[in-house]
T-cell receptor, first 114, second 114 residues
């Protein structure tokens, strides 16, 4: 299994509070991704990174920001959590950047916003 | 832009019966296609991938998928279902963009009846 650790695994927070999720990889892969999983929607891309300090938006980036100061860490921040951000968040990595390369996923963070 | 459509959000089969999970894709360029499986409270695990080397692709756990360009399909099959196959399955297509992300279908939950 790819060395991907997401933390925390579960979190409950209140509306309006900031939340940061962490993804840590030990594979030295260049590309990292944050997806959210919601019933009926599959996985949707929030943000991605193609190198240290190189990040860009995905389809559902509103209300989220990311940072990547080291190759191994990719942080996802909910600036002011809302109930619509209750979801399961997955981090993924890819090393080659080739179209035929699969993504490898962490085990997810289940976030509940009350 | 690439996209995938999974027909049937829930599929139920009897143990020992054929499993058929449907995926159709839309792509303006030759696609790279993937099937992932997700067991409860886990991340996504790669089952198999199509990268144009062969139209019939064999994956883990006895699954296989056939790429049919004329039908724009990449259906997942297994000759004989096992109880342990109960999970959610996602079809995905590689994006033909610099971000090297995957676009996912909405998923199909497979239930296996004893």
């Amino acid at each position: 299994d790819a060395g991907i650790t997401q933390s925390p695994r579960h979190k409950v927070t209140e509306t309006g509070t900031p939340v940061t999720l962490r993804c840590h990889q030990t594979e030295n892969h260049r590309y990292m991704y944050w997806y959210r999983q919601d019933p009926g929607h599959g996985l949707r891309l929030i943000h991605y990174s193609y190198g240290v300090k190189d990040t860009d938006k995905g389809e559902v980036s509103d209300g989220y920001s990311v940072s990547r100061s080291k190759t191994e860490d990719f942080l996802l921040t909910l600036e002011s959590a809302t109930s619509s951000q209750t979801s399961v968040y997955f981090c993924a990595i890819s090393g080659t950047g080739k179209l035929e390369s699969p993504l490898h996923f962490g085990n997810g963070t289940r976030l509940t916003v009350t | 832009a690439q996209s995938v459509t999974q027909l049937g959000s829930h599929v139920s089969v009897s143990e020992g019966a054929l499993v058929l999970l449907r995926c159709n894709y839309s792509s303006s360029v030759p696609p790279y296609l993937f099937w992932y499986v997700q067991y409860p409270n886990q991340g996504l695990q790669l089952l198999l991938k199509y990268t144009s080397a062969a139209t019939l692709v064999k994956g883990i756990n006895g699954f296989e998928a056939e790429f049919k360009k004329s039908e724009t399909s990449f259906h997942l099959t297994k000759p004989s279902a096992h109880m342990s196959d109960a999970a959610e399955y996602f079809c995905a297509v590689s994006e033909d963009t610099g971000r090297r992300a995957l676009t996912f279908g909405s998923g199909t939950r497979l239930q296996v009846q004893p």
